[in-house]
């Protein structure tokens, strides 16, 4: 019986092993063709702006960089990439139309605990990137002349990641006179001989999608 009993159970489970191949083999061109779909469907991510979409951005790198300006170091060394710490995010909120997005404070990675920045910058949005622009004009000196600054943001989806250009270009406006005796003793004081006037402050920010 001992036999008997082992026999049967012998056959039962090469039968089992058996069906279980079979059903494996004719199932798996299906399971090819399903995980090909799920590989597509969890591809790269493409650049995009949904309207009403609060989009996380983990900071990876930051950089400045100078064109055509002085290199006093008294200069340079006031002027330093922006700084990050390892938990940064770079956040904006596109507006329901999708025309604005608004740079975003956030407790969490829960949308409903961000509020607009005290920054107040709102962006243009522009197919996937969103621009702004802005100046602004300050004493410098003391003899009437101002320093004024044209700004430019543009931040680049990429996909996968984010990429922030933040442009200044300074000039010395408003009093020529004073400006003009600004400017080359500016020159003077630099290595290089380049002044203010024209100068190009270009900031970089690279960040990764969360």
């Known amino acids: 019986m001992a036999g008997s009993i082992g026999g049967g159970m012998g056959r039962r489970t090469h039968r089992g092993e058996f069906e279980s191949r079979s059903s494996w083999v004719s199932f798996g061109p299906m399971k090819r063709w399903m995980l090909g779909l ?11 702006m949904v309207p009403g979409k609060t989009m996380f951005w983990r900071v990876t790198s930051s950089s400045v960089a100078f064109g055509a300006c002085s290199d006093d170091p008294e200069f340079r060394q006031g002027i330093q990439p922006i700084r990050f ?3 940064t995010y770079l956040v904006y909120k596109i507006d329901p139309d999708g025309r604005k997005a608004r740079l975003q404070s956030c407790q969490s ?3 409903s605990s961000c509020v607009d920045h005290s920054s107040g910058l709102v ?3 522009a197919g996937t990137q969103l621009l702004l622009s802005r100046e602004s004009k300050s004493p410098i000196g003391n003899q009437g002349c101002q320093l ?3 700004q430019t943001w543009t931040l680049s989806d990429e996909g996968e990641t984010l990429n922030t250009e933040v442009v200044d270009v300074l000039s010395l406006v408003d009093n020529r006179a004073a400006c003009d005796s600004l ?5 003077a004081d630099s290595p290089n001989g380049q002044g203010l006037q024209g100068c190009v402050i270009t900031f ?4 990764s999608i969360r």
């Not at 799920?38 to 995009?48: D, M, Q, V, Y």
């Open 183 to 187: 400017e080359a003793q500016v020159k």
């Open 204 to 207: 970089k920010i690279g960040a």
């Open 109 to 111: 990675f829960d949308p």
């Open 38 to 48: 799920l590989l597509l469907a969890c591809g790269p991510r493409k650049p995009e």
């Open 148 to 150: 004024h600054v044209a």
């Open 85 to 87: 710490e390892p938990n």
């Open 123 to 125: 962006f243009d949005v």
